[in-house]
Each structure stands twice: as C-alpha cells, then as structure tokens.
C-alpha cells in the first residue's frame, strides 16, 4: 500500500503545471548563460526574398496599408524573386560578422552592399536575444499555452532599443515588440517574432515582422541554441509586400581563418614540346580581350548571389606590345554570382550577374563584360540575350546577363562563353 501511495504522490505532483513566471525566469537565465559561453561559430545563410506588388488603389496612411494586408483587402502580385548566399560568423555576445561563402577570410561585410537593394535581416543569433531577455526595460506578460508551448508578449521601447532600420544613408532606430514561446519542461526559447513600430516615412516601410524558430544544434563539444530559420516580412509605404525566407546550414565552431583552395593541377608527363607562357604576377592591362567559357553551370533553381564560380580561358591572351603570351588558353579563373533574380511580370526573365576577380595560381584579376563584342551564344535557348554592365557593391567590374523566358526555372549551361575586357584593378 505504501508503494502505491508514493507512486500516486509522484504521479500527482509531475501533473503540477509549470508556473509561467518562472519558466520565463529560467529562460532568460539560461540564455543569459549561453551568451556568455557559446564559442565562436559559422553558418552558411541562403535567404530567398520574393517581392509582392499590389495591384490595387494604393491607400496613404500605413495604418491602412497595414491593415488591408492583415485582413486580405489587398491584391498582391508576385513581381521578383531573388536569392543570396552569405557566411555569418557569431562572435562573442552573439555580434555577427557577414561575408560572401568561402572567402579566403572571414571579413566584415557591410550589410547592406550584400542585400543588394532589398531588405535583409540580421540579429537572430544574439542581438535580439540580448536586447529582449537582458533588457530590465522590456515589459513581459503571460498570454497562454499554445500548442504544448507558453506565449508571451513583449515590448521594448523606443528609449532601449538597439533595432536599426536604414533610411537611405542613415540607420534609425524602433521600437518593437512581439511574442516568443518556451517549453514549459525545459524553459528553451522555441520561437520569437518580432514586429516593428511604424516605421519613419524615410525608410519608406511601414512596417517589419520577423518570424525566428530555434533549435538546439551541436557545435564544437556542446549544444548551443541557434536559429533554425527566420521569415522577415516587411510592408511598403506603396502597398507592396517583401518576404525573405532564410535557412541556415552548415554550423560550425570557429577556428581561425576560412581559406578556399583550388584544386591543384596534377603533373603531367614531359611528352612533346611546351608553349612558353609568361604568367603575369600583377594585374593584366588594361584593355585586353578574354573568351571565357563557364566551368560549370548555373541552375536558376538552386544558385545564389554569392555562390562561388569558375570558367576557362577561350584562347590565350596576348600582350600586344610584347607579343608574349600572359594567359594560356584553358586557364581558369575564380569569381561569384553576384545577382540571381527571377523577373516574373510581363515577358518574364532572369537576370543571372557574376564578377570573375582571380586566376589561377593566385593573380588577382580585373575584367568586365565587353557589351561591343558579345558572341551569339546557340546554347541560349531564348534566342535572345541583353547584356548590362552593373556590378554590385562589393565586387570590381563584373557584368549582368539577361535570359528572357516564361519558364519558372532556367540553367545557363557550362561552355557558355562571353567575352570579357580587363579594367584597371580595383
């Protein structure tokens, strides 16, 4: 009888509910500790952003604006689709430092040269954390359990903010608030939205929402929380809607410096006689023609802004003057993609930029898209290409192709050449 009195007991108090109050307290305890003893870390972040037009009359006032979209008064039409790929490095107290994939090092990048015009969101890996849970300002109240998780809401005030929002060539701070939700058995932080103020007119936004979901994931010899995925949604001030849809990947402890090696060449047998090539140790003039054909294709479908690329040199280069040759045709060279946008209105196109800035060995390159002598490519199965020369922030020359199609996917096929010139090195 007494065992079955202590079982019940147990039973009985194992069926206490969690206390909300001290379920959050934990919370911010442990993620108060976490902050301070996570290591160093790395992730790989892919965010495909689409971009919504309304179609309707545009309303003024952003309450409305707001409002419309919220209750499904607006007409929304998908116009463009993009994707970026980018490292994030966690530092200590959760600070994140940006750069393009598998850059010989882990530098800082500025976040809005590698947004390239469209929004982009930051502070998921300790910012917000910091500035929600070790805030004595942010106000917190219980709302109730959904779905086997505790709800709270949230409020930070303008005052104790560190939400910056750009406003042309100016960063703004906002007020925000939101929810987030913990296990009630373990007090771990789950999921966090976080909603702006009304934005100011400069920023022309009305508002921002950020969806965060978190998981435990290993890193190095421990598990350390880290986001799973965020969804960024922000409102125009003219009715259009902008959704960013981010994944993290391939997290890892940080060890010092991330070097790209390129694959070395394997030793050939001394069979005949060679060409006598005199590689360049600096960059090449000025002026020079280069063919070059894409080592590897680029799939609408899965490449990014960011993505690392090569292509092969079409015939050698030539120094005019000197009549040496600097470059050897079947050379490679190393760049990236630096747009990959999907244009979906009207005709429809994609528009697919890369910048080339390396050849092997390791001679630093300069060159852009020759838009006066563009072979007629038959491997483009439009028919049709328009070539741009615009660059984005943060990569020197480079050049923007445009496929038009009605397709929802496109692959620009390896072989495909175009002609380059080289520039003044940047």
């Known amino acids: 009888m007494r065992a079955l009195l202590l079982l019940c007991a147990a039973a009985c108090f194992a069926q206490q509910?969690?206390?909300?109050?001290?379920?959050?307290?934990?919370?911010?305890?442990?993620?108060?500790?976490?902050?301070?003893?996570?290591?160093?870390?790395?992730?790989?972040?892919?965010?495909?952003?689409?971009?919504?037009?309304?179609?309707?009359?545009?309303?003024?006032?952003?309450?409305?604006?707001?409002a419309n979209q919220r209750n499904g008064r607006s007409k929304l039409a998908l116009a463009v689709t993009d994707r970026l790929r980018f490292d994030v490095e966690v530092a200590d107290g959760g600070y994140e430092i940006y750069a393009w994939p598998g850059a010989a090092r882990i530098e800082t990048e500025k976040v809005e040269d590698m947004a390239g015009g469209g929004p982009l969101g930051t502070g998921p890996f300790g910012p917000f954390l910091v500035d929600i849970f070790a805030n004595p300002a942010v106000q917190f109240q219980y709302l109730d359990k959904q779905s086997a998780l505790f709800e709270y809401r949230y409020r930070v005030p303008l005052g104790a903010s560190h939400y910056r929002v750009q406003a042309g060539p100016i960063w703004r701070t906002t007020a925000y608030d939101g929810t987030f939700r913990l296990d009630p058995e373990s007090a771990e932080l789950k999921q966090l939205t976080v909603r702006t103020a009304e934005l100011p007119a400069?920023?022309?936004?009305?508002?921002?929402?950020?969806?965060?979901?978190?998981?435990?994931?290993?890193?190095?010899?421990?598990?350390y929380l880290i986001p799973r995925q965020t969804r960024l949604q922000t409102i125009g001030r003219d009715a259009s809607y902008t959704e960013n849809a981010t994944v993290y990947a391939e997290c890892r402890e940080f060890r010092g410096e991330s070097v790209v090696h390129f694959d070395?060449?394997?030793?050939?047998?001394?069979?005949?006689?060679?060409?006598?090539?005199?590689?360049?140790?600096?960059?090449?003039?000025?002026?020079?023609?280069?063919?070059?054909?894409?080592?590897?294709?680029?799939?609408?479908?899965?490449?990014?802004a960011g993505d690392a690329i090569s292509a092969k040199v079409g015939k050698p280069v030539v120094d005019p003057a000197t009549k040496r040759v600097l470059v050897q045709a079947g050379s490679i060279v190393h760049g990236r993609i630096t747009h990959m946008e999907h244009h979906i209105e009207g005709e429809g196109y994609f528009l697919v930029g890369v910048s080339f800035d390396m050849l092997e060995?390791?001679?630093?390159?300069?060159?852009?898209?020759?838009?006066?002598?563009?072979?007629?490519?038959?491997?483009?199965?439009?028919?049709?290409?328009?070539?741009?020369?615009?660059?984005?922030?943060?990569?020197?020359?480079?050049?923007?192709?445009?496929?038009?199609?009605?397709?929802?996917?496109?692959?620009?096929?390896?072989?495909?050449?175009s002609n380059w010139i080289t520039i003044p090195g940047g």
Do not use: N, W
Not at 206 to 222: H, L, N, P, Q, Y
Not at 363 to 378: E, G, K, S, V
């Open 264 to 304: 070395q060449a394997i030793p050939q047998a001394d069979t005949g006689p060679k060409l006598s090539v005199s590689l360049p140790t600096t960059d090449l003039p000025p002026g020079m023609p280069i063919i070059l054909a894409l080592d590897t294709e680029i799939d609408t479908d899965h490449a990014a």
């Open 361 to 417: 060995p390791s001679i630093p390159l300069a060159i852009m898209l020759d838009r006066a002598h563009q072979i007629q490519d038959p491997r483009a199965s439009s028919g049709r290409r328009v070539v741009t020369t615009e660059s984005r922030s943060g990569f020197h020359g480079g050049g923007t192709f445009v496929f038009p199609t009605r397709l929802s996917r496109y692959v620009v096929p390896r072989g495909y050449s």
């Open 17 to 66: 509910p969690a206390d909300p109050g001290r379920v959050l307290a934990r919370a911010q305890a442990q993620l108060a500790a976490a902050a301070a003893d996570v290591p160093k870390y790395t992730c790989r972040q892919t965010v495909d952003r689409s971009y919504f037009r309304e179609t309707r009359q545009i309303p003024r006032a952003c309450d409305t604006i707001v």
């Open 202 to 223: 400069d920023t022309a936004t009305c508002e921002a929402t950020t969806v965060m979901d978190f998981e435990k994931s290993r890193i190095g010899a421990g598990e």
